[in-house]
């Protein structure tokens, strides 16, 4: 992906509110299967992560697994939001 789509998408993102939360349970498959629906809805989605999900991995771990897990691209990582697009 090329400066201009990153610096765009994330100029986007900026206006987004997050549309998941990730909690004590950490990412499940009911939590991947949501994200699936939301990034096919939306493209470009913004997730909230909170502090009990992490159990040991850091954020930007998770964030990876996230991306993996739907096919998506990892755009930011910004504070506890992680910003994904398709």
């Given at each position: 992906?090329?400066?201009?789509?990153?610096?765009?998408?994330?100029?986007?993102?900026?206006?987004?509110?997050?549309?998941?939360?990730?909690?004590?349970?950490?990412?499940?498959?009911?939590?991947?299967e949501?994200?699936?629906k939301?990034?096919?809805?939306?493209?470009?989605?913004k997730?909230?992560?909170?502090?009990?999900?992490?159990?040991?991995?850091?954020?930007?771990?998770?964030?990876?697994?996230?991306a993996?897990?739907?096919?998506?691209?990892?755009?930011?990582?910004r504070?506890?939001?992680?910003?994904?697009?398709?």
């Amino acid at each position: 992906m090329d400066k201009d789509k990153l610096y765009q998408l994330k100029a986007e993102a900026n206006k987004l509110s997050p549309i998941l939360n990730i909690g004590k349970f950490g990412v499940s498959d009911s939590v991947i299967e949501e994200l699936k629906k939301q990034i096919k809805a939306n493209r470009l989605v913004k997730v909230k992560v909170l502090k009990s999900a992490e159990a040991g991995k850091d954020l930007k771990t998770i964030a990876e697994e996230l991306a993996e897990a739907t096919q998506s691209t990892l755009i930011e990582v910004r504070g506890r939001t992680v910003v994904l697009y398709r």
